[in-house]
């Protein structure tokens, strides 16, 4: 189930193709898992999840996380 909060963040990736700064450089399927990596240029965070969606919540609470410090 998606929150407003990871709706309004999928927008602006969607939207802008960044996420604070962070844009995708890698995103492929191995099985049934995607596997997504982003980037600021400094950092890379990469994960994974079964469906895009769920990867891409994953990565925008590690970036936050980034962020945040």
């Known amino acids: 189930m998606m929150t407003v909060l990871f709706e309004e963040k999928l927008d602006e990736y ?8 962070f844009y995708e450089v890698i995103e492929h399927e191995q099985g049934r898992m995607t596997h997504l990596t982003l980037t600021n240029g400094f950092q890379e965070i990469s994960v994974s999840g079964m469906f895009k969606s769920d990867a ?14």
């Not at 925008?60 to 945040?68: A, K, L, N």
Request: charged letters at 25%; aromatic letters at 14%.
């Open 56 to 69: 891409l919540q994953c990565i925008f609470h590690q970036i936050d996380s980034v962020r945040s410090n």
């Open 14 to 21: 969607y939207r802008t193709g960044k996420f604070k700064g």
